[in-house]
């Protein structure tokens, strides 16, 4: 069965420190990984997916498939970038994305 | 374009009445997704459509809960009767294939 962990439902640091939101996952196959996120009051959207492995606002992710992990990172965090952070796997059932409970990030200044 | 639309965005209600959630997917998607998010639980996958079909209603918490798909334009979400622990923001999403999903604003919903 397709799982996702977020290990950590809050996560704080300061501007200009790096910053690691940590996600593992079950999945049998060749799993599909993605970043979301939603900034106050706007719209959950797409961050990142682990296929393009591209650097958004900074952020990149790394799936590694030996620790079942696909943490994003950024190494200097800005105070924009204080939002809620939902990692996903897609699922063998076509059209499904299964996600985490999420990690809200604060950035103090 | 503008994205997925939900109705109402704030719905505040009274435990027992039916509460009827609407949602507009992005036109030429296949794929609608209903989510319900809470502090405690996260984002929960309520149901989705394939082509207005149900495909996976496996989330939906319990008889209260049922979802429609008359066309490809339009869903609805109905509770009937809401109870306050059905208190949470629910959201719908869309998608055009099996990958990117796009979410609409969310409806806010409490029951008291």
């Known amino acids: 069965a397709q799982r996702v962990t977020q290990p950590e439902k809050l996560l704080s640091v300061f501007k200009g420190a790096p910053v690691e939101l940590k996600c593992n996952y079950s999945?049998?196959?060749?799993?599909?990984l993605f970043w979301y996120v939603q900034y106050s009051r706007q719209r959950l959207q797409l961050l990142l997916r682990?296929?393009s492995r591209e650097s958004i606002k900074g952020f990149t992710a790394d799936l590694n498939k030996g620790e079942t992990s696909f943490h994003l990172k950024k190494p200097f965090a800005q105070e924009e970038d204080s939002a809620m952070y939902y990692c996903a796997v897609k699922g063998s059932t076509l059209g499904r994305l299964y996600f985490g409970r999420g990690t809200q990030l604060t950035v103090w200044p | 374009d503008a994205g997925v639309i939900q109705s109402p965005r704030h719905e505040v209600t009274e435990m027992g009445q039916e509460v009827t959630l609407r949602c507009k997917p992005i036109?030429?998607?296949?794929?609608l997704f209903w989510y319900r998010q809470t502090m405690m639980r996260g984002l929960e996958l309520l149901i989705y459509f394939n082509n207005n079909v149900p495909i996976d209603d496996s989330g939906m918490p319990e008889d209260r809960f049922s979802a429609k798909m008359p066309n490809a334009s339009f869903s609805t979400l109905k509770i009937q009767p809401s109870e306050p622990r059905d208190s949470a923001v629910y959201f719908c999403a869309s998608s055009p294939n099996d990958r990117e999903q796009f979410f609409g604003p969310g409806t806010r919903l409490t029951v008291l």
């Open positions: 036109s030429g998607h296949d794929y």
């Open positions: 999945y049998s196959g060749s799993p599909e």
């Open positions: 682990h296929i």
